[in-house]
């Protein structure tokens, strides 16, 4: 080694001891300074994956998929579960709240024909149905049964024009006739309130309930809301008032049915 | 007599596809039938006309009792059409798509017109006729190349 290798050496030597002999607070900063500084290596090194052979991380995989769908398809179903639960309570709470007796029943099916509106559900004359008995769920006003048969039932909707329904504005009570309207390309099913007073203050959002008249449907039942209002073209003496529906038409699940009326 | 099962299973089973299927809005509120497809097809396929009508009212019947439409309504329609077109079968080659065009068009709008009977004629009704009839028209060929396949894997029917 050379003469000058022992000088560097002996100069390191030096530096290491007066920087040993340093107080507690030098040495402290020192060590934050340089923590500082590697700590974010460190944490890079948390990314590196660990080596594992192609096999075993195959099989790994293959494990872990068939693990993520059977708990996809498990929180699918307990998510499908909690909606029914939620669907049913309040069909139970409806049930608390109407004063007759009723019968719960799914539809099965929607009508197989482009020209009515109509679902079919799983009750029949075996549960008490009968023709012409009203059909609403949670939200409100669904129908009323047109056919029945030993398990099951055709339930003509609201939003078809030959289901007429006897109604009045909840805060003039004001009588009118809902019935459903033929359209062709619209977003939104909509039936409209006919025959209302023409001097009748009709806005928008004034609920619309079923007044009891007509024997079909009890009083009280909501059928939906006011969007617009305008004087009947052909006679100019009522207004004909355009209802948003209380019932979500096109997603159906769970209704209940009406048996009988004091 | 399996492939008349077979056919008949057919037949129900479209028929409970249409009622399970949703009326769009983008579709003009109409859902896709394929009953006038297979009406289409057995009244051009039928050798007498007997069998033509058969099949059409069986369809018709199905479809009549998974809608709110009077009973017999579809029935009625469906084998009026079946016998209009097993009339002039001779004149139709089936294998033509634009024939089977042509006879979904003709088995819809039958049908559609015995529907504006029962439900009443309005510019909202002729807009339903016209897009069904089309839809018919359509849906028509699927079905036949649908038919032939089960006919070529599954036997004749008739």
Redesign the interface.
């Known amino acids: 080694m050379k003469h000058k290798d022992w000088v560097i050496i002996s100069l390191l030597a030096l530096g290491w001891i007066i920087f040993l002999g340093q107080p507690t607070g030098v040495s402290a900063r020192l060590r934050d300074w340089t923590g500082r500084l590697t700590t974010p290596l460190v944490k890079l090194g948390q990314w590196i994956p660990t080596v594992q052979s192609r096999r075993t991380l195959a099989q790994t995989n293959a494990v872990l998929q068939v693990e993520i769908n059977f708990l996809r398809e498990r929180d699918r179903a307990v998510r499908e579960t909690v909606r029914e639960n939620r669907r049913l309570q309040q069909l139970l709470d409806l049930k608390r709240r109407v004063a007759f007796p009723t019968v719960t029943a799914r539809v099965i099916g929607r009508d197989a024909s482009s020209w009515w509106q109509s679902i079919q559900i799983d009750q029949g004359s075996e549960a008490g149905l009968a023709i012409n008995m009203p059909v609403l769920n949670a939200d409100g006003l669904i129908g009323k049964t047109v056919a029945v048969s030993k398990g099951q039932s055709r339930v003509l909707l609201l939003l078809d024009p030959a289901c007429q329904v006897s109604a009045i504005l909840e805060e003039s009570r004001e009588p009118g006739v809902v019935r459903g309207v033929a359209a062709v390309f619209t977003t939104k099913p909509q039936c409209r309130m006919l025959y209302v007073n023409r001097s009748t203050q009709v806005s928008p959002g004034q609920t619309v309930l079923t007044s009891g008249l007509g024997g079909v449907f009890p009083k009280g039942i909501r059928i939906g809301t006011v969007l617009s209002a305008e004087l009947d073209a052909q006679s100019g003496m009522y207004q004909n008032l355009d209802i948003d529906p209380a019932v979500d038409f096109r997603r159906l699940e769970e209704v209940i049915v009406i048996l009988s009326q004091p | 007599m399996l492939p008349t099962i077979t056919a008949i299973f057919a037949m129900l089973l479209a ?2 596809i ?6 769009w ?2 579709l ?4 896709w ?1 394929f ?1 006038p497809g297979i009406v289409a097809y057995a009244a051009l396929a039928a050798k007498r006309p007997l069998a033509a009508v058969a099949w059409a009212g069986l369809a018709g019947l ?2 009549d009792a ?4 009077p009973f017999g309504c ?1 029935a009625a329609a469906y084998a009026l059409a079946a016998l209009v077109l097993w009339w002039w079968r001779e004149l139709l080659d089936p294998d033509l798509p634009w024939v089977q065009l042509l006879a979904g068009a003709l088995v819809a709008l039958i049908a ?1 017109l015995a ?2 009977v ?2 009443g004629a ?1 510019w ?2 002729v ?2 006729l016209f ?2 009839t089309l839809m018919g028209a359509v849906v028509t060929p699927v079905i036949f190349l649908a038919v032939d396949f089960v006919r070529l894997h599954w036997g004749e029917t008739e």
């Open positions: 028929v409970a249409q009622s399970a299927l949703p009326a809005s983008w003009g509120n109409v859902r039938e009953i199905a479809q998974l809608s709110a439409a579809f559609s529907a504006i029962v439900v309005s909202v009704a807009g339903r897009w069904l």
